[in-house]
């Protein structure tokens, strides 16, 4: 069941709502319980037969948990709970990718097992091994499976994060404090709006620019340096306003309930180092590989070399998490390369402040990160080099990508030119990466959290309770009701 749905914006959400309000005036454990109810339909909507697998991974890790009351044998229940959570991801995600190279290159052919990702089984399971290595090291261990079982399946961060801690989540549930005011539900419900906004109008709108010319280089054809461009920049801004408008509406979801979901994403796009888009992109997810792999792995203490040994090992791993192909092993590693060249950097030279020269660290940091899309974006390795060589005009014109199978996709008449459909979409892309660097992002629009103290830059657009911004609102749900026509999935559904 997807956000950007009817079923789930008219019938699960209303319902769901109604039914945490009521409970909630019975008691704060009665409200908690119903998200909880809810939260394992949501699951078990998609494929019911895996929410006996989820249900399973909660209970196990939940009474590992238990079992490591006793000191004395924490650190190897601890352990023997990891690779529990390890080796069930790596069977439901890494088996065929596993299978497929192993045939390749030894050149027997072995049987392709078909096995269907089970929904979001890579943020449950980072979670709960978080939630293990945490007790480990010392942390409280929790005894309330209801607490507990929420913080794993709470229906707004399930599919596609944010990657939440269960330190950040779980003393909410138990304050009681999950009740719900008129504002604080209103915040929510703009929140969601517009998220909701950026993922069907500007998302989906743009993939029509992405899809067909990526499909064609993964099917062996080449595209000139115009189209090669235009697909590759609607990407980059596709994944962004698809992936943190999921997340703003995992957020709105949650405030509607009274929960306080982190912020994942920072205006990524403003930034002039590597450094810092991960501290801006993803944050989550850069939280937990820097907590649970980068640090443990040594981090900076060990040396130079190490350090960067330690970046590259977290990245191409990182990388691996997203999916179980090649293209990601060297989109992490590129990722991993680009951040050891920026800590040399700084190590060795003095970063200047002067706006010229930010311009530069700009122009470098997001030409790097638009290069490292190619690979995320493209389903073979083959299709990635041809869109890196289509970037450089070095595809040969034989090969070259025809329009029309834009025109298609986008039910518009053949009669429109490939100039026009390349300024068409040169324009959409300028506005989408005009919004990104220059308006604020939705957490600071809506003081949300961090930015709740924030410097009053954003005065003229700041949320609030007023006429003029429930129409503002209302307007923006109804032009995102026409772009939910589409159903087109999240970039990071099923992941």
């Known amino acids: 069941m997807l956000f950007s749905s009817f079923t789930f914006v008219f019938q699960f959400l209303p319902a769901t709502l109604l039914a945490f309000a009521a409970a909630h005036r019975h008691s704060p454990r009665a409200g908690i319980l119903v998200l909880l109810g809810a939260s394992l339909f949501f699951y078990g909507a998609w494929k019911p037969i895996y929410l006996l697998l989820f249900v399973t991974s909660i209970a196990l890790n939940f009474s590992l948990g238990l079992l490591m009351a006793n000191r004395e044998r924490r650190r190897a229940i601890g352990m023997l709970g990891v690779t529990i959570n390890l080796a069930a991801l790596c069977y439901f995600k890494y088996t065929n990718f596993l299978l497929d190279n192993v045939s390749a290159i030894t050149g027997v052919p072995l049987p392709f097992s078909n096995i269907i990702l089970p929904l979001g089984i890579s943020f449950f399971t980072f979670q709960q091994i978080a939630y293990l290595v945490d007790v480990m090291r010392g942390a409280p261990?929790?005894?309330?499976?209801?607490?507990?079982?929420?913080?794993?399946?709470?229906?707004?961060?399930?599919?596609?994060?944010?990657?939440?801690?269960?330190a950040e989540?779980?003393?909410?549930?138990?304050?009681?404090?999950?009740?719900?005011?008129?504002?604080?539900?209103?915040?929510?419900?703009?929140?969601?709006?517009?998220?909701?906004?950026?993922?069907?109008?500007?998302?989906?709108?743009l993939a029509q620019?992405?899809?067909?010319?990526?499909?064609?280089?993964?099917?062996?054809?080449g595209v000139g340096p115009e189209w090669a461009w235009l697909a590759t920049l609607a990407y980059t801004l596709q994944i962004y306003f698809d992936f943190s408008g999921y997340s703003d509406m995992a957020i709105?979801?949650?405030?509607?309930?009274?929960?306080?979901?982190?912020?994942?994403?920072?205006?990524?796009?403003?930034?002039t180092s590597i450094i810092e888009f991960w501290r801006r992109w993803?944050?989550?997810?850069?939280?937990?590989?820097?907590?649970?792999?980068?640090?443990?792995?040594?981090?900076?203490?060990?040396?130079?070399?190490?350090?960067?040994?330690?970046?590259?090992?977290?990245?191409?791993?990182?990388?691996?998490?997203?999916?179980?192909?090649?293209?990601?092993?060297?989109?992490?590693?590129?990722?991993?390369?680009?951040?050891?060249?920026?800590?040399?950097?700084?190590?060795?030279?003095?970063?200047?402040?002067?706006?010229?020269?930010?311009?530069?660290?700009?122009?470098?940091?997001?030409?790097a990160v638009v290069v490292a899309w190619v690979f995320f974006r493209a389903a073979t390795v083959g299709g990635a080099w041809r869109g890196l060589k289509g970037l450089l005009g070095l595809q040969p014109e034989r090969a070259s990508f025809a329009p029309p199978d834009i025109l298609r996709i986008m039910n518009l008449?053949?009669?429109?030119?490939?100039?026009?459909?390349?300024?068409?979409?040169?324009?959409?892309?300028?506005?989408?990466?005009a919004i990104a660097l220059?308006?604020?992002?939705?957490?600071?629009?809506?003081?949300?959290?961090?930015?709740?103290?924030?410097?009053?830059?954003?005065?003229?657009?700041?949320?609030?309770?007023?006429?003029?911004?429930?129409?503002?609102?209302?307007?923006?749900?109804?032009?995102?009701?026409?772009?939910?026509?589409?159903?087109?999935?999240?970039l990071y559904f099923q992941f």
Request: aromatic content about 14%; glycine content about 10%; charged content about 15%.
């Open 169 to 205: 989540m779980i003393p909410q549930f138990k304050r009681g404090r999950t009740g719900r005011s008129s504002v604080l539900t209103a915040r929510g419900l703009a929140i969601f709006v517009a998220g909701l906004f950026k993922k069907v109008v500007i998302a989906d709108n």
């Open 252 to 271: 709105g979801l949650a405030l509607m309930c009274g929960i306080r979901l982190p912020v994942n994403f920072r205006s990524p796009y403003k930034s």
């Open 141 to 166: 261990v929790e005894r309330d499976p209801v607490s507990y079982a929420l913080f794993v399946s709470f229906f707004p961060h399930l599919i596609a994060g944010p990657l939440v801690h269960h």
């Open 413 to 433: 008449p053949i009669l429109v030119s490939a100039d026009d459909l390349l300024m068409l979409g040169s324009f959409a892309v300028l506005v989408a990466l």
């Open 438 to 490: 220059f308006l604020p992002n939705v957490p600071q629009i809506f003081r949300y959290r961090e930015y709740r103290r924030a410097p009053d830059a954003t005065s003229l657009i700041r949320w609030k309770p007023t006429t003029m911004w429930a129409l503002a609102v209302g307007v923006a749900f109804a032009i995102a009701l026409f772009g939910m026509w589409q159903r087109m999935e999240f």
């Open 209 to 221: 620019f992405v899809t067909p010319v990526f499909a064609h280089l993964d099917a062996g054809g």
């Open 282 to 367: 993803h944050i989550t997810l850069s939280r937990f590989l820097r907590d649970y792999l980068y640090i443990p792995l040594g981090g900076n203490r060990l040396g130079e070399r190490r350090r960067y040994i330690n970046l590259l090992v977290t990245m191409v791993l990182g990388g691996l998490w997203h999916g179980a192909a090649w293209n990601f092993l060297i989109w992490g590693g590129l990722h991993g390369i680009y951040l050891g060249i920026n800590h040399l950097w700084r190590g060795t030279r003095e970063v200047s402040a002067a706006l010229g020269m930010r311009i530069v660290y700009w122009v470098l940091t997001f030409t």
